[in-house]
């Protein structure tokens, strides 16, 4: 009895004892670079892959300008797989490193909950970086900097440039030509006046167009969520002045936030952009039911962040137009 009694109090530590330790195989993070020997200044591509059961959540660090001692030069949004009940998350940075040594770009460590309900971590390896500096020879004498050699001008060269003289004068004439005839006519030509539209305005109006065109039921994913998301970014660029479509989302949304947005909203938007991403980028197919909200995220982002005085006046004309019926 003694030796049942000691045998399942062993079995019982080692199941508590090793638990964790087989959860946390379930969580594996490995990273890589393209080259372990660099120049110092150039550029190392540095890509780390995350692997976890679709049931845990993982938390991943958020690096802004540095990792350890080398300057982050860019870093893409992370992309996200799903197969088989198995989560791959990838992300990409370009990193940069100014002086000359042997340097390790360290573990990339991620969070999540183990079996137990407490806080573990999952590493992956630290890479070594060799940054050499640049060969001088010091063999050779120091010598002046060469002067400017004259070269003479060609017959090609010459006809360019009396080319350019005579268009430059055609210019010229044709602009005198057209102010002469303005003033003649008494300032009659007008230029073109463009609609000063409001961009909430402009937006709804190419989301509208853009739902019509039914793109997505065409099986033009790719296509739809691009300009489903452009269509957003330039709102952006008209209402705040940010250039949306030139950032990652990652970009974005830090740019939004000192716009003192409300939460909900700025979960909706970074929601809209990252899964545009995934489809873009990771090829993604989503559910017809994803496909059919993505115009109703659009307008909602756009009605929560369109001006204040507008959003009154739409709802004084709505309820004006309730009295009326």
Do not use: C
């Amino acid at each position: 009895m003694v030796g049942v009694s000691a045998t399942f109090i062993v079995a019982v530590f080692m199941i508590i004892f090793f638990s964790p330790n087989l959860f946390s195989q379930q969580v594996s993070v490995s990273a890589s670079i393209d080259s372990q020997s660099v120049v110092i200044g150039d550029w190392i591509r540095y890509s780390v892959e995350v692997k976890h059961p679709s049931s845990i959540n993982v938390t991943m660090p958020v690096f802004k300008d540095t990792i350890d001692q080398f300057d982050i030069v860019q870093q893409d949004t992370m992309l996200r797989t799903e197969e088989n009940g198995e989560v791959l998350l990838k992300k990409n940075f370009v990193i940069a490193k100014y002086d000359a040594g042997s340097f390790y770009i360290p573990s990339f460590t991620v969070q999540y909950k183990n079996a137990q309900g407490m806080i573990d971590a999952a590493q992956s390896n630290p890479i070594q970086v060799e940054i050499r500096g640049v060969e001088v020879d010091t063999s050779q004498t120091i010598k002046d900097v060469k002067p400017p050699l004259s070269v003479p001008m060609s017959a090609e060269e010459v006809a360019a440039y009396v080319g350019m003289i005579v268009a430059i004068g055609g210019l010229a004439y044709a602009l005198y030509y057209y102010m002469k005839k303005r003033k003649r006519l008494g300032g009659s030509v007008e230029e073109e006046k463009r609609p000063n539209i409001p961009p909430h305005v402009l937006a709804m109006m190419q989301l509208e167009e853009l739902e019509s065109r039914r793109l997505w039921q065409a099986g033009e994913l790719k296509a739809y969520y691009s300009e489903a998301t452009e269509i957003v970014r330039r709102y952006f660029e008209l209402r705040y002045g940010i250039m949306a479509l030139e950032l990652t989302t990652a970009e974005v949304m830090a740019q939004l936030e000192q716009f003192k947005m409300q939460k909900h909203t700025l979960t909706s938007i970074e929601l809209m952009l990252t899964g545009a991403d995934l489809v873009k980028f990771a090829k993604v197919q989503p559910a017809a039911a994803e496909n059919e909200q993505v115009i109703s995220q659009a307008r909602s982002i756009v009605e929560q962040t369109m001006p204040v005085v507008e959003k009154q006046a739409s709802i004084v004309g709505s309820n004006q137009q309730s009295v009326s019926i």
